[in-house]
Each structure stands twice: as structure tokens, then as C-alpha cells.
């Protein structure tokens, strides 16, 4: 089965701090993402990454940056943490034309 | 702009009925992928079922069916006999052609699904 890890499922950080959300998966797959999920927002799409070192930004990137050194890992980055980034992170990865695996979401409170 | 819409953000079915989540989506793409997704409380999100727009017929996966109308832009999700374990949050998602070789996913906002005993 395939399986995509998140490094936190909690996590509480301060206004101006800098956040690392890491996401792993073990199925070697080439596309990666990040979205956030907010209620009556449904899910949106932070950035998104097809191959090593190859990023594309998605609908909200704003605020977020991405690092993604190797094929199985996909970091997302808060520069400077604010309040309105408090949310649910969710990653997946899928194959090529493929079906979405998600990992099980990292809750994360900026105060 | 490629959009995906659900109209109904919450719906409640008796344990062993049937419902229907209805999606429709906006695209001038003529082969591409749609997908139901399912987040249970406090849970991982998973495929439900899978839809290839160039297939004309409908995509079943046990109790789940869906009714796919291309010309109408239409996806919606059928789920016969519920069962308690059904209760989550159904997300409806459009798989876009984005550059040669990449695509990424749009999802719609939502549907909170009880299944009531």
C-alpha cells in the first residue's frame, strides 16, 4: 500500500515564526502536493512539484514557499508564520495521471 | 477558468438508503479524469472511485456508482445501502491538464455526508 507521511499531526508555532511541514512517500512517486483545507473552502492547492527540484506554483501560494531535494520528500515552508495560516495541511502524491494518495494532514495553529 | 462545484454541503441518509451527491464541474478540456474522494472524521482521505472522461460508461467500485453526463458536466455520486462507516466529508475532484506531462487537481468544497441509525 502506498503510504505518504506528515511530520506532525498537531502543531502550534507563534506569529513570525518559521515553519517546516515535511511529507514523505514510499511508492516513488514523481508528482507531489500541498493544499490546505478550510472549512467551506474545500481544498486548495499551495504548490505542486512533478519532479525533483521542479516546483509549480498552485491557486494560493502567497505567504508559502517549497523545497523538494528529493524525489520522496516535499517540504513546505512558512517564511513568516501569520494567524491566517492557520489551517489543516494536507499532502499527496500521485503517478502521472494518477490517483491521489494523501498523508493524514497536519493541524497547524499560528497564535 | 476550470471550476468544480458542489451545491450541497451537508446531507443525511438512513442507514441502508440510498443518496445522491451531485457535482458539476466547468472545463473546455475534452479528455480528463474526475474523482470522489472521502475524509471520514479525524481520518485520512481516500479514493472513493475514479471516472476517465473519454469512457462512456459509468464507474461502479461496490456501493459507490457514479453518474457521469459529459455533455452536462455532471458527476455525481450515488451510495446504495449506506452504512454507518459512510459518514464523512465527499470531495469531488477535476484533474487538469496543466503543461506537457503535469496536471494537477481541483477540488470542489465539500459534502458533509451523516448516515443516520
Known amino acids: 500500500d502506498v503510504k505518504v507521511t506528515q511530520s506532525s499531526r498537531y502543531l502550534v508555532k507563534r506569529t513570525g515564526e518559521k515553519v517546516f511541514l515535511e511529507c514523505v512517500q514510499d511508492?516513488?512517486?514523481?508528482?507531489m502536493f500541498w493544499y490546505r483545507q478550510d472549512p467551506g473552502l474545500g481544498l486548495r492547492l499551495i504548490y505542486f512539484?512533478?519532479?525533483?527540484?521542479?516546483?509549480e506554483k498552485g491557486d494560493i501560494p502567497e505567504g508559502y514557499s517549497v523545497s523538494r531535494e528529493k524525489k520522496e520528500r516535499f517540504s513546505l515552508i512558512l517564511e513568516s508564520a501569520s494567524t491566517n495560516q492557520t489551517s489543516m495541511y494536507l499532502c499527496?502524491?500521485?503517478?502521472?495521471?494518477?490517483?491521489?494518495?494523501f498523508g493524514p494532514g497536519t493541524r497547524l495553529t499560528v497564535l | 477558468a476550470q471550476t468544480v462545484t458542489q451545491s450541497q454541503p451537508e446531507m443525511s441518509v438512513q442507514e441502508a438508503e440510498t443518496v445522491t451527491l451531485s457535482c458539476t464541474y466547468d472545463?473546455?478540456?475534452?479528455?480528463?479524469?474526475l474523482f470522489w474522494y472521502k475524509q471520514p472524521p479525524s481520518r485520512q482521505m481516500i479514493l472513493v472511485i475514479r471516472?476517465?472522461?473519454?469512457?462512456?460508461q459509468n464507474a461502479t467500485e461496490n456501493r459507490f456508482s457514479v453518474n457521469f453526463q459529459k455533455a452536462a458536466k455532471s458527476f455525481s455520486l450515488k451510495i446504495s445501502d449506506s452504512q454507518l462507516g459512510d459518514t464523512a466529508m465527499y470531495f469531488c475532484?477535476?484533474?487538469?491538464?496543466?503543461?506537457?506531462?503535469?496536471?494537477?487537481?481541483?477540488f470542489g468544497t465539500g459534502t458533509r455526508l451523516k448516515v443516520l441509525a
Open positions: 471516472q476517465e472522461a473519454y469512457k462512456q
Open positions: 499527496a502524491s500521485s503517478e502521472r495521471r494518477r490517483t491521489q494518495y
Open positions: 475532484a477535476f484533474m487538469k491538464h496543466v503543461t506537457s506531462g503535469t496536471y494537477k487537481y481541483i
Open positions: 512539484s512533478y519532479d525533483v527540484k521542479m516546483k
Open positions: 472545463t473546455s478540456e475534452n479528455n480528463y479524469y
Open positions: 511508492m516513488d512517486h514523481e508528482n
